[in-house]
């Protein structure tokens, strides 16, 4: 197994587990309080199907991309690189919105799960309002983790189970330590903490979207003729520019540490001009936006 790339799922499975644990445990003191505690049931029905969806999901995508590659299809090798890149982007996307939401709705998420709680035992089916809360909760940060590993993880995927695993794990544990056990945990610290972490990582996935972009550009203008004059670099890229950093003799990104920074924040030992401006200003755009609703000004 391979630390390198078990590390960053690790860290998105612990950040986005905890997040579905908070859910879970308020859903469980919310149905202790009301004292209906015939619908604890639905909660583990709710946290199993939302895991099995989004495992389903992610093998589902997983194998759409590995028959790409056996198929003998004219077009495939291009359109395995485009998927790549969608998905990457939708991967990004995803985890950036979750990132934002979760530093502003921090606070209000307790009342938030409280309230749907409240009114789906207000309904003739509560019990199915409870399942689909929870279900919800976990299949949208399942979705998130299984993307992540989908685009990132094709071949290594043993690793990037195991450190899911171990996130997951992490996670429950920690969600049953606050509800259960009453253990104090800096939620708003841990968040702040997995936030940069995961601001990174997602940075990262802009580099791979535009390698695998460029690579579908440079396929087509290989397998079709009527596109030759689509890339406007012939120098390693297509469309990325010129480029700017090659480290592939002394900080390799297939051996360690580069393997490591690859993983975890996107290093590639050859970097080009499009991906470098593209990496910084995800940086500063999404990274502001961040630090921002970390300390809203007071009004």
């Known amino acids: 197994m391979d630390i390198s790339n078990a590390l960053p799922t690790f860290i998105i499975t612990l950040r986005e587990g905890f997040e ?7 859903v469980f003191a919310c149905l202790q309080k009301a004292q209906k505690q015939e619908y604890y049931h639905r909660i583990s029905s709710g946290v199993i199907a939302g895991i099995i969806a989004s ?14 590659e056996t198929s003998q299809y004219y077009y495939a090798p291009f359109i395995k690189q485009i998927l790549n890149a969608v998905f990457a982007l939708i991967a990004v996307s995803m985890l950036s919105w979750m990132l934002l939401w ?22 003739d089916n509560a019990g199915k309002g409870i399942f689909l809360l929870v279900f919800i909760a976990v299949l ?12 990132q993880f094709q071949e290594d995927y043993i690793s990037s189970i195991v450190g899911s695993i171990v996130g997951l794990i992490l996670a429950s544990l920690m969600g ?8 104090k945990i800096n939620i708003r610290l841990f968040f702040q903490v997995m936030g940069i972490f995961l601001l990174l990582i997602v940075a990262g996935l802009i580099i791979s979207a535009l390698k695998n972009f460029d690579g579908a ?15 406007l670099f012939d120098r390693g890229s297509c469309l990325l520019g ?3 950093w090659n480290a592939s003799n002394f900080l390799p990104d297939s051996q360690f540490p580069g393997i490591l920074l690859k993983t975890l924040f996107g290093y590639r030992e050859q970097i080009y001009l499009g991906q470098l401006i593209a990496y910084f200003l995800f940086l500063g755009i999404v990274g502001k936006l961040y630090f921002s609703s970390l300390n809203p000004k007071k009004t």
């Open 20 to 26: 579905a644990s908070l859910v879970v445990g308020i």
């Open 55 to 68: 495992i389903s999901v992610g093998l589902l995508l997983w194998q759409s991309l590995q028959s790409l």
């Open 102 to 123: 979760m530093s502003k709705q921090a606070k209000s998420l307790k009342g938030e799960v409280e309230g749907a709680v409240n009114t789906a035992l207000s309904n």
């Open 140 to 151: 949208r940060e399942g979705f998130e983790t299984v993307l992540f590993i989908t685009v």
């Open 176 to 183: 049953w330590s606050l509800f259960y056990w009453g253990i």
């Open 217 to 231: 550009m440079v396929i087509l203008s290989q397998i079709n003729t009527n596109y030759q004059d689509i890339c």
């Open 242 to 244: 010129i480029k700017i």
